[in-house]
């Protein structure tokens, strides 16, 4: 009978939604951190040594060979900076989500409470809104850095695509030229 009764505390807003929420919120700015290390980081794998290797092979491989290479090394490089960036998409949802949870069932109890008071429902109404709004705030609040974290993680997948692309383009016109 506990199980239902906290299952059901759960689901109608009750002490267990701000911790889901911060756990998610943890959850989502640990991955973004990490990405941000593996994207900025010293430690990111360059491969640049690997593209130029292959595109150097010329003697001993023909054109299109080295070509379908060096754009398969790219493919592989892509998915690994775009790794981890769904999960965050979908936890950043999730926060705002959470937060109109708690509003929904917070304004359903308070108007609930408001049937069968007298002049001292109002006053608890009220203090019943403001804190059912209140997890609608903290999920937009960490919702909100979120996005633009991601955006600006997308963004340098996007200029990392860039300089591999323009370096691949560069030793292919080399090697072709060869």
């Not at 505390?9 to 929420?21: E, I, K, Q």
């Not at 756990?23 to 360059?46: C, Q, T």
């Not at 010329?58 to 775009?82: F, I, K, P, V, Y």
């Amino acid at each position: 009978m506990s199980l239902f009764a906290d299952a059901w505390a759960w689901w109608s807003g009750g002490d267990l939604l701000m911790p889901v929420m911060f756990a998610v919120a943890v959850v989502l700015y640990a991955i973004l951190a990490e990405r941000s290390v593996a994207l900025w980081g010293i430690r990111r794998r360059d491969r640049r040594a690997d593209l130029l290797a292959i595109m150097a092979a010329g003697h001993q491989a023909d054109d299109r060979w080295r070509a379908w290479a060096a754009r398969q090394l790219a493919l592989a490089e892509a998915e690994q900076l775009a790794r981890g960036f769904a999960l965050c998409r979908a936890l950043t949802a999730c926060l705002p989500l959470l937060g109109l949870l708690g509003t929904v069932t917070g304004m359903v109890d308070t108007f609930g409470s408001l049937g069968g008071r007298g002049g001292v429902a109002a006053q608890q109404a009220s203090a019943g809104i403001g804190l059912a709004l209140t997890a609608t705030q903290y999920g937009m609040a960490l919702a909100i850095p979120a996005v633009l974290w991601d955006w600006l993680l997308s963004w340098r997948v996007g200029q990392l695509a860039h300089q591999r692309d323009v370096l691949v383009r560069a030793a292919q016109c080399r090697g072709g030229g060869a």
